[in-house]
Structure formats: structure tokens, C-alpha cells
């Protein structure tokens, strides 16, 4: 017998289980569909909450703790014997903080009266669902709305196979056993730059491998200058223009062959890390008789309100254009929720937050200075650095600045970058202010906690207009 449902979401990630959850507090009947097996067992959450931001988040804080245990307390008058990191027990802390958030999804689809279904989903036409369980026969679902969330999965590379737990993916890279002497990355994005950091702090020789010629380029230019600079400084070997040729495995080692501008080089590792980027997940997703549309990557087309080509039938999150961030499907999950229940609503795609979570933390939103000059502001910018930021020195905790960018006509803000101790949490404040649209001067005239790291913030909001005080100014015309 067919089900039947109000709304019908393929896909258990963040952008999906938030829209369920959202549409059935909206008084909708929801059905879930999600296929992922995680160690074993049917998991919601999505790559996000399995192998994905909070994983990697966990491995992130504790390399960092163990980094400076062992070498960041003396200056604070702290000192310890011989510290020693147990890879196993860091990975089973890793593991329990996934299976907390992944049950604490499934007790909110439950406490909501969502049905998860374990399995596949499949759109036919006339926003039928084709349900495929892991066990037992396929049934279609009678939906009045279906949303696409299936999200996306590493790009594999012809020049670097995966191969035996040597040569991983960022899901492999969240495994590793032990600390690896060597090893390689190739792509110097986020993802990239976070895992070579998880193992350079506990102790691995990291080489990053870069195509483009350009460090962090979407990201402002001064910003990106810094970063490389002091990821540099903490011992990753980043090696722009430099494009990977091919890779041969041999025993436990991977030999990598790659070219930049000095000609052919090769490079042997313990392993390997391919973090080229992402890719939608479609593959059955989509009948043939589905009517979606798909753009010449392999996105959903859709428009402003996540529609797609069937009316009816919604994309959200890693499927549809616009950076792959679980934050943002999980605004579009809700947006889509409210617009099915006949509510108004619309994200500001011109103000999504980026962070990359190494030490210190990156993050923007808004404009890069060279963005907006080449969208045709008269701009004017300002940055103010925590080296002489009272909180930052006593935390001992000073690399980087803050970064505003406005346009001079109008005082408004048009972006704000940070790259610093708590960047992820601090852009917040700018995202607050350009949702409001404030000017400069509004970030001016407030006052400011002291001591605290925001004060960096005011600081930098002043700088924009020459008036920082706690740095010499050079005068203004």
C-alpha cells in the first residue's frame, strides 16, 4: 500500500532534516528518506554530523590541545612531563561526539512526528517517490511536495586513486590510526588546509599541493596573505602551481609526480590526502521521466527559492548552486519549509558566512576588497591586528586581524574579513551589522567591552576612517 505525504525529503542531512523538522512544526505531514550507513548503522546528519564538519572539528581541538600542551604553555609559566597522544582514544572521542549529534537528530524527527525511512529515494514524475529500503521491497510515496537534499561527495582525481588507506579521501583522513611521517594534500582549500593541520600539530611532515598558482583566492586578498603566512609558520609546506601528474602505490608508500613552474618533481608519503573538492550527489536520484533539470556540473537548476524546474519538487544545500555549507542548507531547508506552508521567506545569498577552522581561525562575509572595486565601489577599508589587542596578548592567542570593507560614497558596510583567535564566531558581529545595513559609523559609536577580543572589531571599524587608537594612523586626505 502507498504511503502518502505532505512533504517527502530525500536526504537526512542538514539542509534536509531541518526542513522536515521545520514543515512538520508548520503542521505538515513529513516522510524522510536517507540512505547513509555509518559504521555499520542507518545515520542522519549527513556528511555534516558523520564524516564531515564535526568529525573534523573534533580532531581539529583536540590536536590543538595536544599541540599546545606540549609546546604552548610554558610561556604561561606552565610545564609537564612527556606528552603523549593515544590516536585511538582520540578517535573514539571523535566518534562518540558524532553518535550524541546523529541520535539527537533521529529524537527530533521522532519527537516530531517525521517518519525516517531507511533507504534510497528516488523522484518520478508527478512528485511521486520511488522508496528503495535497505531491506525488503521498493514502494512509491504520494507526496503534495518533495525536497532534494541529497547532498555531495569528494571528488575523486584519474591522477590519484584511492587506494588501501593510503591514498584517502576526507573521509579516510578522519581514520588514520597513527600519525603519519609524511603526508601529502592535494588541494589547498578548506578542506585541505584543516585535515594537513589535524596531523601536522600532531606530528606528520605535511605537504600541500596546490594547482592554482594563488593562495585561499576566494577569500580577500590581505586575508589570504596572512593565512599562508602563518600556516607557514606552524610547519605546512604549501606548494602553489603545483599540479599532481599521477601517484603510484608501493607497499605502504605513495610515490606523487607533480609539475609546477620548475618543471616535473615527485614526492614520497605514508599518505595521502585528495581534497579537490565536491560534487553533487544525483547519481538515482533522479527518474528519467523526474522533469529536473540539471545545470553542465551536475547542480539542480534552481532559483532564488530553491524551486526547480517541476512545480512542486524543491533542491536545497550541496545540490544547488552557491558555496557547499551545511549553514546555508540549513537556512534553504527552512526557507523551502515555510514556502511550502504558504509563509514568506528568503535568505540573503549575499551575506553567507566562510570559516576555516584551522588555528588561527579564517572567516568572512560580505565583499573582499577586490570584489567590490570590481563591482564598481568607491571603497574604502580599514584592518586593525590582535597583536596589540590587551585580551588576545594575555591569552597569548595574537596572530591576524579584522578587516572591514565599506564603500566611501555611502559609509555602508560591504564586508567584513577576520582571520584570527575565535574568527568563526566573531564575523557574527558583522553579519548582524550588514544584515541591518550599518555603516561604518554605526560600529564607531558603540561601545565595546574591554578587555575583550571584539575590541579588534571596534578597533578595525575605526581604522576604516583613519581614527583606530591604539595604532598610528597615516593621515587621510
Not at 600556516?231 to 599540479?243: E, F, N, Y
Request: aromatic share 4%; glycine share 12%; hydrophobic share 40%.
Amino acid at each position: 500500500m502507498s504511503q502518502r505525504a505532505d512533504v517527502v525529503v530525500i536526504g537526512g542531512g542538514p539542509g534536509g532534516y531541518e526542513a522536515a523538522i521545520r514543515a512538520a512544526q508548520l503542521g505538515l505531514s513529513v516522510i524522510c528518506i536517507d540512505r547513509r550507513i555509518h559504521k555499520g548503522k542507518p545515520a542522519l546528519g549527513g556528511t555534516c554530523l558523520n564524516v564531515g564538519c564535526i568529525p573534523s572539528k573534533a580532531l581539529l581541538d583536540s590536536s590543538h590541545k595536544y599541540h599546545d600542551l606540549k609546546a604552548g604553555y610554558e610561556n604561561h609559566g606552565i610545564s609537564t612531563g612527556e606528552v603523549k597522544i593515544d590516536i585511538v582514544a582520540m578517535l573514539a572521542r571523535k566518534d562518540k561526539v558524532v553518535d550524541q549529534l546523529t541520535g539527537g537528530i533521529a529524537g527530533l524527527l521522532k519527537g516530531n512526528g517525521i517518519t525516517w525511512l531507511q533507504g534510497s529515494g528516488q523522484l518520478l514524475a508527478g512528485k511521486r517517490v520511488e522508496f528503495t529500503p535497505h531491506e525488503g521491497e521498493k514502494e512509491i510515496i504520494e507526496a503534495s511536495h518533495v525536497i532534494l537534499a541529497s547532498g555531495s561527495k569528494p571528488i575523486e582525481i584519474s591522477a590519484a586513486p584511492l587506494a588501501d588507506g593510503i591514498v584517502v579521501d576526507s573521509t579516510g583522513a578522519l581514520e588514520f590510526n597513527e600519525v603519519p611521517k609524511r603526508l601529502g594534500v592535494i588541494g589547498g582549500g578548506v578542506i585541505g588546509l584543516e585535515l594537513g593541520s589535524v596531523w601536522s600539530r600532531l606530528g606528520a611532515e605535511v605537504v600541500v599541493l596546490e594547482a592554482v598558482d594563488k593562495f585561499l583566492t576566494i577569500a580577500d586578498k590581505a586575508i589570504s596573505k596572512e593565512a599562508k603566512k602563518l600556516l607557514t609558520k606552524q610547519g605546512l609546506d604549501i606548494r602553489l602551481g603545483a599540479r599532481v601528474t599521477g601517484s603510484e602505490v608501493k607497499g605502504s608508500q605513495v610515490t606523487v609526480t607533480y609539475t609546477d613552474a620548475n618543471g616535473e618533481h615527485s614526492e614520497i608519503f605514508d599518505k595521502l590526502i585528495v581534497a579537490v573538492g565536491r560534487r553533487p550527489v544525483t547519481g538515482g536520484l533522479l527518474n528519467a521521466d523526474s522533469g529536473i533539470n540539471l545545470d553542465e556540473r551536475g547542480f539542480v537548476h534552481v532559483n532564488d527559492q530553491c524551486r526547480a524546474s517541476v512545480p512542486g519538487v524543491y533542491a536545497i544545500g550541496d545540490l544547488v548552486r552557491g558555496p557547499m555549507l551545511a549553514h546555508k542548507a540549513m537556512e534553504e531547508g527552512v526557507m523551502v519549509a515555510e514556502i511550502i506552508a504558504g509563509h514568506h521567506a528568503q535568505i540573503n545569498y549575499d551575506l553567507i558566512i566562510s570559516v576555516i577552522y584551522t588555528h588561527p581561525e579564517v572567516a568572512w562575509v560580505g565583499l573582499s576588497e577586490e570584489r567590490a572595486k570590481s563591482e564598481g565601489y568607491d571603497v574604502k577599508a580599514g584592518q586593525f591586528p590582535f597583536a596589540v589587542n590587551g585580551r588576545a596578548l594575555a591569552a597569548d592567542d595574537s596572530d591576524g586581524f579584522v578587516k572591514f570593507v565599506a564603500c566611501a560614497k555611502t559609509d555602508r558596510l560591504l564586508g567584513m574579513h577576520v582571520i584570527g583567535p575565535g574568527a568563526g564566531d566573531m564575523i557574527h558581529q558583522g553579519l548582524i551589522a550588514m544584515e541591518f545595513g550599518s555603516s561604518v559609523e554605526d560600529l564607531q559609536l558603540m561601545c565595546f567591552a574591554h578587555p575583550t577580543l571584539s575590541e579588534v572589531v571596534h578597533e578595525a571599524a575605526l581604522s576604516v576612517d583613519g581614527r583606530a587608537i591604539h595604532a598610528i594612523q597615516r593621515k587621510r586626505k
